[in-house]
T-cell receptor, first 114, second 110 residues
Framework: DTAVSQTPKYLVTQMGNDKSIKCEQNLGHDTMYWYKQDSKKFLKIMFSYNNKELIINETVPNRFSPKSPDKAHLNLHINSLELGDSAVYFC?????????????FGSGTQLSVL | RKEVEQDPGPFNVPEGATVAFNCTYSNSASQSFFWYRQDCRKEPKLLMSVYSSGNEDGRFTAQLNRASQYISLLIRDSKLSDSATYLCVASPYNTDKLIFGTGTRLQVFP
């Protein structure tokens, strides 16, 4: 069974559309994250949630809205998609709160905005 | 200046070679350090944590130099399967964040 699973794997859409990426982890972890990896391979944190509570909210446009219905799920909704949103989005989870000893990443969602 | 900087490479080395990567971090208050490995079109995976005293895991040795604010990764007896991008990671004190470098690409050839 996949530990951190995210869907879809690929997402191709037009500018201005709204899309969602889903993430689920079956590791029993308390903390989940969204990271963005751009074309230069720079991996940057966007959000983290601990037990459904928002912990980290980096300088991300408010078109991006994470939602955590329970501690095993962290979804990412993006409104009014722009060309610059094209990237690979990784969900991740870790045990406990505080600097994670180990991050478990999902396999990524490649988002292409046309 | 990026918080964590790495030489992007690529480092092209023959099988059996020893290769070393360095990484510098700008936040002197960083407390935790890691090396992650990322294969092409895959997710990053933890390779090893980096401890103040240095640590070794098989063919891999990680070292931390706090005075100069750099971390190193040494790979001995390189295998073809070591070909990947190696991401240096630092965690600033009192935050939950991991700051990733952009990675150093290693290509091991036969």
């Amino acid at each position: 069974d996949t530990a951190v699973s995210q869907t879809p794997k690929y997402l191709v859409t037009q500018m201005g559309n709204d899309k969602s990426i889903k993430c689920e982890q079956n590791l029993g972890h308390d903390t989940m994250y969204w990271y963005k990896q751009d074309s230069k391979k720079f991996l940057k944190i966007m959000f983290s949630y601990n037990n459904k509570e928002l912990i980290i909210n980096e300088t991300v446009p408010n078109r991006f809205s994470p939602k955590s219905p329970d501690k095993a799920h962290l979804n990412l909704h993006i409104n009014s998609l722009e060309l610059g949103d094209s990237a690979v989005y990784f969900c991740a989870s870790s045990q406990g709160l505080g600097p994670p000893e180990k991050l478990f990443f999902g396999s990524g969602t490649q988002l292409s905005v046309l | 200046r990026k918080e964590v900087e790495q030489d992007p490479g690529p480092f092209n080395v023959p099988e059996g070679a020893t290769v070393a990567f360095n990484c510098t971090y700008s936040n002197s208050a960083s407390q935790s350090f890691f090396w992650y490995r990322q294969d092409c079109r895959k997710e990053p995976k933890l390779l090893m944590s980096v401890y103040s005293s240095g640590n070794e895991d098989g063919r891999f040795t990680a070292q931390l130099n706090r005075a100069s604010q750099y971390i190193s990764l040494l790979i001995r007896d390189s295998k073809l399967s070591d070909s990947a991008t190696y991401l240096c990671v630092a965690s600033p004190y009192n935050t939950d964040k991991l700051i990733f470098g952009t990675g150093t690409r290693l290509q091991v050839f036969p």
